[in-house]
């Protein structure tokens, strides 16, 4: 059930590259991947701009996002030319919806198991939330939880997601609880559509709730959970694992990491569990 909206004295302040993040060692900076999935020449470009303008490493988070860290600028801004650098790697898509961009996804839908490839859901889904002026303005914590049926995710705590029943069908995830069986097809509008709903209904100022579950009341009508919802799985082991080799980055990559991992593939996938998935298919 809904909780009481939490008692807080701040806006989310969750950081990004237009919105940055002061640390003792300079500005942190935080760049969202849809589903972890990064290009190689991205990844080389942005190790480029760790390597000239910060501390050499690009981090990994636990929503398989990227940071970086050391960077030049005021408490409130990159420096313009760091700015750009990191728009230069693709990274940045959008300047007006940088810090909702989050979507958490099976990190092998597509390339082995799971009951549904779920990347045309998530980059449908990343259109439609980029493509809505109102969904700018949901806090930078909100977060897209999407479970292909393997399990790996569906324990995962978010604010809306689906879980993959089969190619075709998936349940809805409302906050801490269930919403209706919904056709994929249709998963990226009805889920930008219950964004909306969070985002009209949440208010302003700094006690405005940051996640759905701390709406004064249900965002959807809850209903059961489907008898056909996966077990949880728990993450993948780091080495070789169906549709190619998880590599353990929790300490971060430098350059010879990240020339490592991107040399014979055009595309790697960050994971939550701070590693890279390095498709097998495409080495």
Do not use: K
């Amino acid at each position: 059930m809904p909780g009481p909206v939490a008692a807080r004295t701040r806006r989310d302040r969750c950081p990004g590259a237009l919105r940055p993040w002061a640390a003792d060692d300079g500005l942190l900076v935080r760049l969202r991947l849809i589903g972890g999935r990064v290009r190689s020449s991205s990844l080389r470009a942005l190790a480029d701009v760790a390597e000239e303008y910060g501390d050499g490493r690009i981090r990994l988070t636990g929503r398989a996002n990227l940071q970086v860290r050391g960077l030049p600028g005021t408490s409130a801004a990159l420096d313009p030319d760091v700015l750009a650098a990191l728009e230069r790697t693709g990274l940045l898509p959008t300047r007006t919806h940088e810090l909702v961009r989050n979507v958490l996804v099976s990190p092998q839908t597509g390339l082995a198991g799971g009951r549904a490839d779920l990347r045309p859901v998530a980059a449908e889904l990343d259109r439609l939330l980029c493509a809505d002026a109102a969904l700018a303005g949901l806090p930078g914590r909100f977060l897209f939880v999407l479970d292909d049926g393997r399990g790996d995710l569906v324990d995962r705590t978010g604010d809306l997601g689906i879980v993959a029943l089969d190619s075709g069908t998936a349940q809805l995830r409302v906050g801490d609880g269930w919403g209706p069986v919904v056709a994929l097809r249709d998963a990226p509008a009805t889920l930008a559509g219950l964004a909306a709903s969070f985002a009209a209904r949440r208010g302003s100022g700094p006690a405005a709730p940051w996640h759905v579950v701390e709406l004064s009341a249900p965002l959807a009508d809850p209903v059961p959970p489907d008898p056909h919802l996966p077990h949880p799985v728990g993450a993948p082991p780091f080495g070789d694992v169906p549709g190619g080799r998880h590599v353990a980055a929790a300490g971060g990559l430098d350059r010879v990491a990240v020339d490592e991992l991107v040399a014979d593939v055009p595309e790697v996938v960050v994971t939550p569990w701070r590693g890279v998935l390095v498709p097998e298919r495409q080495r």
